[in-house]
C-alpha cells in the first residue's frame, strides 16, 4: 500500500465549479500536511499548508481529518488556470517528506 | 521564486555513463533534498541533506551518491547510469528540517538514459 493515495483523475470541470479532492496517508504519525500544484512539465509549488482547524485561502479550503488519516481540498469557482495537477503531501516524523502521486484536474470553458 | 538553480536542465547519455546533477541555492538554507519523479509515482526521495558534508538517504538511494561540500550546492551523482533511473529530477530546499517547514522546489532536470 502507498504511503500517501491519491485518486489519480482526471477530475474534468466547467469554469465556474466546485471540486474536491480526497488524499489518504498510512502513517498515524504523521505530522504536517501540504497541497502543492503542479503544472505540466513544471516543478512543485507550494499552494497550502493544511492544519487540524481547516483552513481557506481565497477559493481554496482545505481540510484535516486525522481519525480517519484524510485530507481534502476543496476548489470552488474553477478557472481555467486553476488546470494542474495536486499534490498530496505528507510529513511523517523525520525529515522526509510523502508525495500523492498527484490528481489532475482540467477545467473548461 | 526560491533562488533554486538546477544543471543540467536536459540530458541523454548513455548506459554505463557517470552522470553528475547539481542543485545550487542562493537562500542559505540548512536542507537540500534530490527527488525522482516518475508516471503513476508521487516524488520520492533520493538523499537529502541537513548540512555541509552531512548527508542521509533517502526512500530510492541505490544507484546514487551525494554530496555537499558547500552549503549552497548539493551534487547528486549516477555512478554508472542505468536506464531504470531514466526520469525527472528535482531539488528542493528547505530552511529547517521542522514539521512545519514546506520544501520548495528546482525547475528539474530531465534525464534519459539510452
Known amino acids: 500500500r502507498k504511503e500517501v493515495e491519491q485518486d489519480p483523475g482526471p477530475f474534468n470541470v466547467p469554469e465556474g465549479a466546485t471540486v474536491a479532492f480526497n488524499c489518504t496517508y498510512s502513517?498515524?504519525?504523521?505530522?504536517?500536511f501540504f497541497w502543492y500544484r503542479q503544472d505540466c512539465r513544471k516543478e512543485p509549488k507550494l499552494l497550502m499548508s493544511v492544519y487540524s482547524s481547516g483552513n481557506e485561502d481565497g477559493r481554496f479550503t482545505a481540510q484535516l481529518n486525522r481519525a480517519s488519516q484524510y485530507i481534502s481540498l476543496l476548489i470552488r469557482d474553477s478557472k481555467l488556470s486553476d488546470s494542474a495537477t495536486y499534490l498530496c503531501?505528507?510529513?511523517?516524523?523525520?525529515?522526509?517528506?510523502?508525495f500523492g502521486a498527484g490528481t489532475r484536474l482540467t477545467v473548461k470553458p | 521564486d526560491a533562488g533554486i538553480t538546477q544543471s543540467p536542465r536536459h540530458k541523454v547519455t548513455e548506459t554505463g555513463t557517470p552522470v553528475t546533477l547539481r542543485c545550487h541555492q542562493t537562500?542559505?538554507?540548512?536542507?537540500m533534498y534530490w527527488y525522482r519523479q516518475d508516471p503513476g509515482h508521487g516524488l520520492r526521495l533520493i538523499h537529502y541533506?541537513?548540512?555541509?558534508?552531512?548527508?542521509d538517504k533517502g526512500e530510492v538511494s541505490d544507484g546514487y551518491s551525494v554530496s555537499r561540500s558547500k552549503t549552497e550546492d548539493f551534487l547528486l551523482t549516477l555512478e554508472s547510469a542505468t536506464s531504470s533511473q531514466t526520469s525527472v529530477y528535482f531539488c528542493a530546499i528547505s530552511q529547517t528540517g521542522t514539521r512545519d517547514q514546506p520544501q520548495h522546489f528546482g525547475d528539474g532536470t530531465r534525464l534519459s538514459i539510452l
Open positions: 537562500e542559505n538554507h540548512r536542507y
Open positions: 503531501v505528507v510529513k511523517p516524523p523525520g525529515n522526509d517528506m510523502r
Open positions: 502513517n498515524s504519525a504523521s505530522q504536517s
Open positions: 541533506s541537513y548540512g555541509v558534508k552531512d548527508t
